[in-house]
């Protein structure tokens, strides 16, 4: 790792407020209402159990924002900067327990650093650099540093190793949360229905999907279908974003 957690996560919370300020005067920064009430339910039962994999999830200054646009994707960034668009939600039409599967699957991302070790990379190969010295500038250089360090968190795909990560932590993620893991092979399968023959869209350039995804999904279900069982299940107040 060439750069520390709190550099990558206070660059991505730099990248993750220009985001919002940028759909607040599109105006279509979503704060309130039932989706984003429904988003924000969700989100606290699974941030809740965060501290399974990790304890000092417990300390992260957790946000959550909707951006109301008609694209198929969701992201969590480091640090716990949760991003989900109205248009997955309402074209794959997701159940709250297929939301909390893509949900619980971006924050085991940033659980366990991918992002981080993307960026690591990058540097590595002199892809990235002078990260450090244009954050220190002034505004605009900590925003242009935040946004090139987010393209290499969240816009670039991710190796197969760390989405068999992601895909595992987050099945458990979600069971102990209470929701149903088996809704995040219903997501898959909604996912590649909605994009057959269609141009791919932004959440499965960054995410490989097909049958092997599903059957990889379907072999995770032994060991999280006991966890969800007995999990309490969505009918009680958790912490608060």
Request: aromatic content about 6%.
């Amino acid at each position: 790792m060439m750069i520390s957690s709190s550099e990558v996560d206070r660059l991505s919370a730099i990248s993750y407020n220009d985001q919002a300020q940028k759909a607040k005067e599109k105006n279509i920064l979503v704060t309130s209402g039932p989706t984003y009430d429904r988003l924000k339910r969700i989100a606290n039962r699974l941030i809740t159990q965060t501290g399974e994999f990790r304890d000092d999830t417990r300390q992260w200054n957790w946000q959550l924002t909707l951006i109301d646009a008609p694209t198929l994707n969701a992201s969590c960034a480091p640090g716990g900067k949760i991003t989900f668009y109205t248009g997955i939600i309402e074209q794959l039409n997701l159940s709250d327990d297929e939301i909390a599967a893509i949900m619980g699957h971006e924050i085991a991302h940033a659980i366990r650093e991918h992002g981080r070790e993307r960026v690591s990379q990058a540097m590595a190969q002199s892809a990235v650099a002078n990260i450090a010295m244009a954050a220190a500038g002034g505004y605009g250089s900590a925003v242009s540093a935040a946004n090139q360090v987010a393209q290499y968190v969240l816009v670039l795909p991710n190796s197969r190793q760390n989405e068999s990560e992601a895909d595992a932590i987050g099945l458990e993620l979600a069971a102990r949360a209470g929701y149903n893991p088996q809704a995040a092979i219903s997501v898959w399968k909604k996912m590649i229905k909605a994009t057959d023959g269609k141009k791919t869209p932004e959440f499965l350039s960054t995410h490989p999907s097909g049958e092997t995804r599903i059957e990889q999904l379907t072999a995770l279900m032994p060991a999280v279908e006991p966890l969800y069982k007995v999990a309490p299940k969505p009918d009680q107040v958790q912490k608060k974003i």
